[in-house]
Structure formats: C-alpha cells, structure tokens
C-alpha cells in the first residue's frame, strides 16, 4: 500500500468519524445543556445556539467538499459514495430549508419578542442530524470494509 493510498484511506476513515463527533457534541450536549446554565436566557442561548450551529455548518461543509473530493480520486464504490450523496442532501436541507425558519424565529426571540415555541424546523432539524449520524456511521463502516484486504471483507 502506497503512501498516497494509506493518506487517502485514512481521509476517508477519519472525515466522517471528526465530523461524526462535531455532530454529536454540538447538537446533542452542547444544544441542550446551554439553557441549563445560570444566567442563560432564551434570548442568549439562541445566540450562541446561532453561532455555534453557523460554525458547524461551516464546518461540515468544508469536511463534506474535502471528502467529495477524496471519495472521488480514491474511485470510491457506489455505496461510499451514495451514502456520502445522502449526506449532501441533508446537509443542504438544513442549511437552505431548515436553518432559515429558525434563524427567522430566534431573531423575533432575540429582539424580545415573545418565544414562539417549538415548532417542525425544530423536529426536522433533529431528524436530520440522526439522519446524519446513521449516515455518517454507515460510511465509515462500508469506508472500513473496502480497506480491508479481501479475505477478510467476508468476515
């Protein structure tokens, strides 16, 4: 296995699982467990929640370009790389579709207005980001078995 090869499987690997990681550490502690910290108001935590999220996508985009791009010089299998077209798609609805409807809603909150409650952008977000994770897991597990040496892809 060449230098190139090993750098190359080891992009592939370890993308998915840091991105993985981002996910489960911002959307489902961090997310949370900022509004149960004193002095945080709903206004405030909205606020951070906004920038927190913003770098995430940020984030995940540039993790999702770099990737594209190693998937595809490594000629990725049809699963790799449908499993990362998926991930595209949710991406970009919670950035385009999603992500708006609630930065409209945390704006009035954080202008004072009355909290608007819980609404589907809230839901779809969540589904999208388990939605993500599953996806995420099953990449770096089809990812895995290409890497491993025939013999023991039966295994």
Do not use: C
Request: net charge positive; glycine share 8%.
């Amino acid at each position: 296995m060449t230098s190139m090869v090993r750098t190359t499987t080891a992009l592939r690997l370890l993308l998915p699982a840091f991105l993985l990681g981002a996910i489960i550490a911002i959307s489902f502690l961090e997310a949370p467990l900022k509004f149960l910290a004193p002095g945080v108001t709903i206004p405030i935590g909205l606020g951070i929640g906004r920038l927190v999220f913003t770098a995430l996508n940020v984030l995940a985009g540039v993790v999702l370009l770099v990737l594209t791009v190693v998937n595809v010089r490594a000629r990725a299998g049809r699963a790799a790389l449908g499993i990362l077209g998926s991930i595209w798609v949710v991406y970009l609805v919670e950035v385009a579709v999603i992500r708006p409807v609630l930065n409209q809603r945390s704006d009035l909150v954080i202008a004072g207005a009355e909290s608007p409650g819980t609404n589907w952008a809230h839901y779809a977000y969540i589904v999208a980001d388990v939605s993500n994770v599953g996806l995420l897991v099953a990449l770096i597990v089809v990812t895995s078995r290409s890497a491993l040496p025939a013999g023991a892809r039966a295994l």
